[in-house]
């Protein structure tokens, strides 16, 4: 079942072998499409623009060439490779993967992002590092400086362009990029390549390669008569939300897709605690361990198969109503073969994604090119949890009333009635066959961060300056920030401290107004609590900042 041609996997993609076996112990199986496509060229030293969103694996596509690069012992202080990006959370990502990537390589990576404090990062910059990984204000700061070199850079990448263009770095990303040597490899990762990304391109990219993820379009006839759902959820609710959103589909059998052999293996430990029958199924298994998985999801022994693609590749079960993508897949590819497992034979079937805020553009990438709609459904609630178990605990008292004997009960009954109400010894008898079930285990909420309005993203971009006054957009919710003109706020210094403390996106952000001593800024309101208080616990410019929802004007009500 693990596949032999070489070019689908990283071994045929002639990485040096420290990366092959950090990829391995990372239990990546094969390259995704991006990687597939991006790291020969990159290999090969060629300049790049790649068109794909988080959730493909562009992150490894620009990290293993640039780490191919690394001498054995380099001891340069100044970086030999730059990644610039838009938000903190991004930089930290992204640092992280390449530390991993590069365990074995020794490579020194540093994240510097606005809000740290400057002299940390100073003195690792004193130290030395091989690749920096930046968000441009605070990289062109160092630049200023002096503490940051980039008379050493032989590769830089520019990840999420469209984003940083849409936070007002431009004219950033220019200058830092006129301070790096001509000679040197220059890459370009955006989910979308408006004008002005191009522009970019065409400006500093010499003879650029071009690739695109997610243009794979579903033959004609071949759309699957499947019900398309996905739910955004914060990644640490995942495993908490996939169970509830279980609960209620209470699928005959279902496949969930993770991304790795760790995550199949955690997912599927986490499901079990649970209380669900799931068994893993990865490469790292023996064939013998996957047919006996198969097995007991085939004879319903087990109601649930955790799998990597690999794994599952060729599987065709019958019984099978839902395809849960625990992740975006990193293809629109991978998406339809997966949702072609269920809908079979003119069955109904289901297929769910599970998408990460930071990934919510994708659903619109794979919407477009399977030209099916996906509906964003909103997680169960604690309320609709209990009251869905409520109704089950009913079901079986009904089931219990029209079939089992109860004569032997009577007893009970009649003597307590004595002293009781017939209904209250009903309702008291309710709660303890309810709690009996498990049904009453506490549940904490997990918060709603769907996004609020639709996903048409150039209809959602908006002026970012406005007037004062101008009514807010429906949705949006208008937050006071007590710092403004007088403190060197800018717009783009609000979009970074919003986006790099909770998990909006620019293009989520509306229309920002700086006044000389406080700013105004619309925010969807879904997320409104959650941006007062990461702004709350955060500085602006290095500065703490009064945070609240702005007053009511008087104007008409609303
Ligand atoms: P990215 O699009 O770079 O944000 O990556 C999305 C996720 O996919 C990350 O969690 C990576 O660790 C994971 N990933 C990247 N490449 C692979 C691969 N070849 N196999 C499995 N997982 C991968």
């Not at 992740?327 to 629109?332: G, Y």
Request: hydrophobic share 40%; with cysteine; proline share 6%.
């Amino acid at each position: 079942m693990m596949p032999d041609d070489d070019s689908a996997s990283f071994a045929g993609l002639a990485l040096r072998p420290e990366l092959l076996a950090a990829l391995s112990a990372l239990g990546y199986e094969e390259p995704t499409p991006i990687q597939r496509g991006a790291i020969p060229p990159l290999l090969e030293g060629r300049d790049l623009v790649g068109q794909a969103a988080t959730g493909t694996g562009k992150t490894a596509a620009f990290a293993l060439p640039l780490l191919q690069r690394l001498p054995a012992q380099r001891s340069g202080a100044a970086p030999m490779a730059a990644v610039l990006l838009p938000t903190r959370e991004l930089a930290v990502q992204v640092s992280e993967a390449i530390h991993r990537y590069g365990r074995d390589l020794g490579v020194r990576v540093l994240p510097i992002y606005g809000g740290q404090p400057i002299p940390r990062q100073m003195r690792v910059l004193e130290r030395g590092i091989d690749v920096v990984v930046a968000t441009p204000g605070r990289a062109l700061d160092h630049l200023g400086r002096g503490t940051l070199r980039f008379d050493a850079v032989e590769v830089v990448v520019l990840d999420e362009a469209d984003e940083m263009l849409d936070m007002g770095f431009a004219e950033d990303i220019e200058a830092l990029l006129d301070a790096m040597p001509a000679e040197r490899q220059t890459v370009l990762f955006s989910a979308t390549l408006p004008p002005r990304v191009d522009r970019i391109a065409r400006r500093y990219l010499r003879d650029p390669i071009r690739i695109a993820t997610g243009r794979e379009v579903l033959a004609k006839g071949e759309a699957p008569r499947v019900r398309q759902q996905a739910y955004v959820v914060p990644r640490a609710h995942k495993p908490a939300a996939l169970g509830r959103i279980l609960d209620i589909e209470a699928p005959t059998a279902a496949i969930v897709f993770c991304r790795t052999r760790d995550a199949v293996d955690q997912l599927t430990e986490s499901l079990n605690g649970r209380g669900y029958r799931a068994e893993a199924l990865h490469g790292g298994m023996s064939q013998d361990q996957r047919d006996r998985a198969m097995g007991r999801l085939r004879n319903g022994t087990a109601d649930l198969v955790v799998a990597t693609d690999v794994a599952a590749r060729g599987l065709d079960i019958k019984q099978l109503t839902h395809v849960v993508n625990y992740d975006v897949p990193a293809s629109t590819d991978a998406y339809v073969h997966r949702i072609g497992r269920v809908g079979r034979a003119g069955r109904e079937g289901v297929a769910i994604t599970l998408a990460e805020p930071r990934e919510y553009r994708m659903l619109t990438t794979l919407e477009r090119a399977i030209k099916l709609r996906i509906s964003i459904e909103k997680i169960p609630t604690v309320a609709d949890l209990r009251a869905r178990r409520l109704e089950l605990t009913r079901a079986a008292l009904e089931e219990s009333l029209l079939e089992d004997d109860l004569s032997s009960f009577r007893v009970v009954v009649e003597s307590l009635a004595d002293e009781f109400d017939v209904m209250a010894i009903a309702l008291a008898a309710v709660k303890l066959a309810h709690e009996a079930s498990g049904a009453a285990a506490a549940e904490e909420e997990i918060p709603d961060v769907t996004p609020k309005s639709g996903r048409n993203e150039d209809a959602r971009r908006q002026p970012r300056e406005h007037r004062r006054g101008q009514p807010q957009s429906s949705g949006m919710t208008r937050l006071f920030v007590g710092l403004g003109r007088n403190a060197g706020i800018r717009p783009q210094d609000l979009v970074g401290a919003i986006t790099g403390e909770s998990q909006l996106r620019g293009r989520d952000i509306g229309a920002i107004e700086i006044a000389d001593r406080f700013s105004l800024v619309e925010v969807p309101e879904s997320a409104a609590d959650h941006v007062l208080a990461a702004l709350r616990a955060t500085t602006v410019k290095g500065r703490k900042a009064t945070v609240r929802r702005e007053r009511d004007r008087g104007g008409p009500v609303r």
